[in-house]
């Protein structure tokens, strides 16, 4: 077991000018978590996700990635912890004039030197893993919006990255969709190992997959430690059983 945590956030604000969104946040994500980062709309989820993969820098502290302070390390080191990170943003972010294949292939392309047909063998793999097996040559035009999300899935884990950071998975999708990719997220942590850090709202994606979490509060700007999210909603902080019980006591 690695002597330090997989990613740990230490004194970390976030702020736009003089509007502070998040202070003092503290917290711990071990090697294999399905981590949570939860809370209402506007609380700071993204913002939070943001300064955890390096495209915005926070106001104050920092975060390390197996004991490394990503945000006070030569750019060529940022660059290096990156490639640690699968990241799939909201709506899956897929380039619309490229095929599913081409869209996994960019990471391979522009990280690796592989030769084009080990990429082709890699991205069809990833594609198989996400249930796309035979989509290669499809447009994310031509797919549902679940299928969609598997794809960016599938890019951010072109790389064989060791943390997968997964920003509102289950937005703007059916439930049993959603469930599938709740299903899907479960099976990649097992089968690849990989630590997930999960940004959200959705109530029955949190109840399902996390393991620990954390709760943003737009009231007071900071945090709520709350573990796992199972035991949250029976005996944490009253504000957090609130949320995870849609206010129903």
Same mark, same amino acid.
């Given at each position: 077991?690695?002597?330090?945590?997989?990613? &740990?956030?230490?004194?970390?604000?976030?702020? =736009?000018?003089? @509007?502070?969104?998040?202070?003092?946040?503290?917290?711990?994500?071990?090697?294999?978590?399905?981590?949570?980062?939860?809370?209402?709309?506007?609380?700071? $989820?993204?913002?939070?996700?943001?300064?955890?993969? #390096?495209?915005?820098?926070?106001?104050?502290?920092?975060?390390?990635?197996?004991? &490394?302070?990503?945000?006070?390390?030569?750019?060529?080191?940022?660059?290096?912890? $990156?490639?640690?990170?699968?990241?799939?943003?909201?709506?899956?972010?897929?380039?619309?004039? /490229?095929?599913?294949?081409?869209?996994?292939?960019?990471?391979?392309?522009? =990280?690796?030197?592989?030769?084009? #047909?080990?990429? %082709?063998?890699?991205?069809? @793999?990833? +594609?198989? /893993?996400?249930? +796309?097996? #035979?989509?290669?040559?499809?447009?994310?035009? &031509?797919?549902?919006?679940?299928?969609? $999300?598997?794809? #960016?899935? %599938?890019?951010?884990?072109?790389?064989?990255?060791?943390?997968?950071?997964?920003?509102?998975?289950?937005?703007? +999708?059916?439930? /049993?969709? %959603?469930?599938?990719?709740?299903?899907?997220?479960?099976?990649?942590?097992?089968?690849?190992?990989?630590?997930?850090?999960?940004?959200?709202? &959705?109530?029955?994606?949190? /109840?399902?997959?996390?393991?620990?979490?954390?709760? +943003?509060?737009?009231?007071?700007?900071?945090?709520?430690?709350?573990?796992?999210?199972?035991?949250?909603?029976?005996?944490?902080?009253? $504000?957090?059983? =609130?949320?995870?019980?849609?206010?129903?006591?």
């Amino acid at each position: 077991m690695d002597a330090a945590p997989h990613i &740990e956030v230490r004194d970390l604000a976030m702020a =736009y000018g003089d @509007f502070v969104v998040q202070r003092d946040l503290n917290f711990v994500v071990n090697k294999g978590d399905i981590f949570v980062i939860m809370g209402g709309n506007g609380c700071g $989820k993204t913002t939070l996700m943001r300064a955890l993969i #390096g495209l915005q820098r926070p106001a104050t502290g920092t975060v390390f990635y197996s004991g &490394e302070d990503f945000w006070n390390v030569p750019l060529p080191d940022q660059e290096r912890l $990156k490639r640690r990170l699968g990241v799939m943003f909201q709506g899956g972010a897929l380039w619309s004039s /490229l095929t599913l294949a081409e869209n996994v292939a960019l990471p391979l392309t522009e =990280y690796t030197g592989l030769p084009a #047909g080990r990429i %082709a063998e890699i991205v069809s @793999f990833k +594609l198989a /893993l996400v249930g +796309l097996a #035979g989509f290669e040559e499809f447009y994310p035009s &031509e797919l549902s919006g679940g299928m969609r $999300k598997r794809a #960016g899935l %599938a890019r951010a884990m072109a790389l064989d990255p060791e943390i997968l950071v997964i920003d509102e998975p289950s937005s703007g +999708l059916d439930p /049993l969709t %959603a469930r599938r990719l709740d299903d899907l997220i479960l099976e990649l942590r097992d089968s690849l190992g990989a630590t997930i850090v999960v940004v959200t709202h &959705e109530l029955a994606s949190i /109840l399902t997959i996390g393991n620990n979490s954390v709760f +943003l509060d737009a009231d007071t700007h900071t945090m709520i430690a709350t573990g796992n999210p199972q035991e949250a909603i029976r005996s944490g902080d009253p $504000k957090v059983r =609130y949320f995870l019980s849609r206010g129903v006591t």
